[in-house]
């Protein structure tokens, strides 16, 4: 991958309920698929994978490096994505770059609305929640917050929430909130691994690992 990111790139998030797929051909041009298929991530990676380099007329072989989004998330779309990419960077000896959510629409969401809180879905009822206040986000500001609490966090400010409704959270009536209009993209984490890319480089693909912001028990069998 050179500095000035011309080749081909392929981007992967499969934080949220929503899998994205992207491919960056040399011109800039982005060939991107999504599926809703509610946390199906593992059926459909690889043929999403397939369909935006077959429209990109490219093979796998082709491509330069991958971004990958670092969540935080769900814990098996998390696994999911990073086990399909890290496969993808080894056989092919490419960079990887990792990408936070919150770092993906940090830019664009403030450039457009100013300081926003992002909420991103997590366990019943909780979300992990970020305040963007600049172009670049700290993951060390991301907390988790319960329904109850979205009150006290998010009066009279801009917020959007990634991949679900916040119009039907039952907010008190003496609350304003203010939902901005905009729409997460598989482009948002290209951008941004590119970004990310011109200032630190790769990621040691053997280091990392999805940013889960929590830790989640372990069934153990009874």
């Known amino acids: 991958m050179t500095s000035n990111s011309a080749g081909h790139i392929l981007a992967i998030d499969s934080s949220t309920s929503v899998l994205r797929v992207g491919l960056k051909l040399p011109d800039g041009d982005i060939i991107s698929r999504e599926n809703k298929d509610r946390f199906r991530h593992a059926e459909f990676i690889f043929q999403l994978i397939e369909d935006v380099l077959k429209t990109g007329s490219i093979d796998k072989t082709s491509l330069e490096a991958i971004v990958i989004s670092t969540g935080p998330g769900s814990f098996t779309g998390l696994r999911v994505g990073m086990s399909a990419a890290k496969g993808l960077a ?70 959007y929430g990634i991949d679900f409704d916040i119009s039907a959270i039952q907010f008190p009536k003496d609350i304003t909130i203010n939902i901005v209009d905009y729409k997460v993209g598989i482009a948002d984490f290209i951008a941004a691994g590119i970004e990310k890319y011109k200032t630190d480089g790769a990621d040691d693909l053997f280091l990392l690992e999805p940013f889960y912001a929590q830790n989640f028990p372990v069934k153990r069998p009874k």
């Open 90 to 159: 080894v056989a092919l000896n490419i960079p990887m770059i990792g990408v936070l959510t919150f770092s993906a629409v940090a830019k664009s969401l403030f450039e457009q609305f100013g300081p926003t809180a992002v909420l991103i879905p997590s366990r019943r009822d909780e979300f992990y929640f970020g305040l963007i206040e600049a172009a670049e986000f700290d993951k060390n500001s991301i907390v988790i917050i319960k329904t109850d609490e979205i009150e006290s966090k998010l009066n009279n400010i801009n917020v």
